[in-house]
Nanobody
Framework: QVQLVESGGGSVQAGGSLRLSCAAS????????MAWFRQTPGKEREGLAA????????YTADSVKDRFTISQDAGKSTLYLQMNNLKPEDTAMYYC??????????????????WGQGTQVTVSS
């Protein structure tokens, strides 16, 4: 049973930083992506960044690549998302995901089988 548990969300003022963590447990497999997504009410889930178990260069969405950095601990059991210079439009529920690879693009939610419960990030102006 794969479990993903996010933490680190909260409220911050614009320009501030947060680091999200995702603790993974269970057997995800030997070849997979782990990724961060976010979603606001009424909108589709947006892929932010992903990292491959095989250690290739991370994928980061153009919309956040200058401010967000994905990383993983050496044991690959914890995924991080460092978010700097946060803006009010970054306010969303942030989700950790694991799965793939598949025919879907890396930052397409359809690539992922496992999801955490989410952690809320609120950025005030």
């Amino acid at each position: 049973q794969v479990q993903l548990v996010e933490s680190g969300g909260g409220s911050v003022q614009a320009g501030g930083s947060l680091r999200l963590s995702c603790a993974a447990s269970g057997d995800i497999g030997t070849s997979y992506f782990m990724a961060w997504f976010r979603q606001t009410p009424g909108k589709e889930r947006e892929g932010l960044a992903a990292i491959y178990s095989g250690g290739r260069k991370p994928y980061t969405a153009d919309s956040v690549k200058d401010r967000f950095t994905i990383s993983q601990d050496a044991g690959k059991s914890t995924l991080y998302l460092q978010m700097n210079n946060l803006k009010p439009e970054d306010t969303a529920m942030y989700y950790c995901a694991a799965g793939g690879p598949s025919r879907w693009a890396v930052l397409n939610p359809k690539n992922y089988n496992y999801w955490g419960q989410g952690t809320q990030v609120t950025v005030s102006s």
